[in-house]
Structure formats: structure tokens, C-alpha cells
């Protein structure tokens, strides 16, 4: 397969600096833009089907009539939370 290029990218001084100061050993800047705009692209398709989803939810909510309150919710969240946290104790001190 052929690859193909991105336009050239003029950019700050300082943001191009920020960018060689945090890089890592054998990076390059070519390869730091390269997985930056990896990165994004994949946020970026994970928050539209994040917001598929709740879309989805909220028509069969609306459809059904059955809806979670918010105290539920935070409820389980902050459950969760106390169990991520007592994992987290509990292996640092392993």
C-alpha cells in the first residue's frame, strides 16, 4: 500500500519546542504527530459512539418510560469508586 502525507503544518515556535522538550528517546517529531493524530482520531470515534449510545438509551427511555434517577446513579458510582479505591489501597501495600 502506498502511504500518503499530511499538509505541511506551520506551527509556534514554542508550541514546536513544547513538542521536541517531550518526546521520548528515539521519537521523532514526525512519529509524535503521526500517534497525536492516532490518538485523537480514536477519542474522537469513541465519543461519538459515546454519544450514540446515550441517544440509544435515552429514545428507549423515552419509549419505555423507565428511567434511573440520578440518586441511583451516583449512588453506584460512588460505590464503585470506594471499590476502586480499596483495590488501589489494598495493592499498594502488597
Do not use: C
Not at 35 to 58: M, N, P
Not at 61 to 73: E, W
Not at 74 to 91: F, I, N, S, V, Y
Amino acid at each position: 500500500m502506498k502511504t500518503a502525507t499530511f499538509p505541511s503544518l506551520r506551527v509556534d515556535p514554542a508550541l514546536r519546542q513544547a513538542a521536541e522538550d517531550n518526546l521520548q528517546h528515539g521519537e521523532t517529531i514526525s512519529g509524535f504527530i503521526e500517534q497525536s493524530i492516532r490518538d485523537s482520531i480514536l477519542r474522537r470515534q469513541h465519543q461519538r459512539e459515546f454519544v450514540a449510545r446515550g441517544l440509544t438509551a435515552r429514545d428507549e427511555a423515552a419509549r419505555t418510560g423507565r428511567y434511573v434517577s440520578a440518586d441511583a446513579v451516583l449512588g453506584k458510582l460512588e460505590t464503585m469508586l470506594a471499590e476502586a479505591r480499596a483495590k488501589a489501597d489494598a495493592e499498594a501495600v502488597e
